[in-house]
């Protein structure tokens, strides 16, 4: 009979949490949780627009070195885009020559892409003599 008696005390004991404490809880947690997931997601965004710029800049300067590598003679605008595809993005890059005098022309290179947050592009200029 003790025992029984003790178990009864045990269960109408007011120790423990109530349904309603553990809810709130819950929502509180669950609020923080949604907090840190969102600015995780939009790091992770920045971080690939990030990359994206990266790799346009690198094709531009590789584009750049070639063109400097290349005889003054045969420099020659490209407006029909030479594409390059890095982690599913597609980089388009078109450059114009300008003679400036027969010892010095001007170069406009771009690149553009788009990607999940919209179009996008990088530009550089420069001068190339003999």
């Known amino acids: 009979m003790k025992a029984v ?3 009864r005390r045990m269960l109408q004991s007011e120790e423990g949490f109530t349904l309603m404490e553990a809810l709130v809880a819950i929502a509180i947690l669950a609020v923080v949780l949604l907090g ?3 600015m995780l997601f939009n790091g992770l965004a920045t ?3 990030s990359n994206n710029r990266y790799v346009a800049a690198a094709t ?3 584009q750049v070195e070639n063109l400097l590598k290349s005889s003054f003679a045969s420099l020659a605008s ?3 885009p030479v594409q390059t595809t ?3 993005v597609t980089y388009r890059t078109t450059w ?4 400036l ?3 010095s022309a001007f170069i406009n290179i771009s690149t553009t892409w788009t990607d999940k947050t919209g179009a996008h592009g990088m530009g550089f200029q420069l001068v190339r003599s003999r």
């Not at 114009?96 to 003679?99: C, E, F, G, I, N």
């Open 96 to 99: 114009r020559v300008t003679a």
């Open 5 to 7: 008696a003790g178990i």
């Open 78 to 80: 490209q407006l029909t």
């Open 86 to 88: 890095s982690n599913g």
């Open 60 to 62: 531009i300067q590789s």
């Open 36 to 38: 840190t997931a969102s």
């Open 101 to 103: 005098s027969t010892n």
């Open 47 to 49: 971080s690939a627009g």
